[in-house]
């Protein structure tokens, strides 16, 4: 039986949109705290689990002192931070640490996210 978790992390930056509209909100600057959950799938092992959530910590951790607190305009592959470009760069980072990785969703309110799913 296959078995999903997920954890979620908070972290916060600023961006701008550079290639929306003139006089849209988002090309100025602004800041969200952005929602991370990231979610593993797999067979429940010996331990009980699919994986220790302390082992995503672990995983998050090089992400997230990455992006907190930075303008992820100035992150490379950031350069247009929207969260469909945000959501498969984090992947794109998860992906060795975290073999069961499934997918990553990002936030940047409670009501607005986007995923990206693991195609392995």
């Not at 995983?59 to 931070?81: F, R, S, T």
């Not at 794109?92 to 996210?113: C, G, H, K, S």
Request: hydrophobic content about 40%; charged content about 25%; some cysteine.
């Amino acid at each position: 039986m296959r078995v999903t978790i997920s954890k979620m992390f908070d972290f916060d930056a600023a961006h701008y949109l550079p290639h929306v509209e003139d006089g849209h909100k988002c090309k100025r600057l602004h800041g969200h705290t952005y929602r991370v959950e990231i979610g593993c799938e797999g067979e429940i092992d010996g331990r009980g689990m699919v994986l220790d959530y302390a082992e995503i910590a672990v995983a998050w951790k090089p992400v997230e002192a990455v992006l907190d607190h930075y303008c992820l305009n100035d992150i490379a592959g950031l350069e247009n931070p929207t969260t469909e470009i945000l959501a498969p760069w984090i992947m794109m980072r998860l992906i060795n640490a975290l073999p069961q990785l499934a997918f990553v969703r990002v936030y940047e309110i409670a009501t607005t996210w986007c995923e990206v799913r693991c195609s392995r």
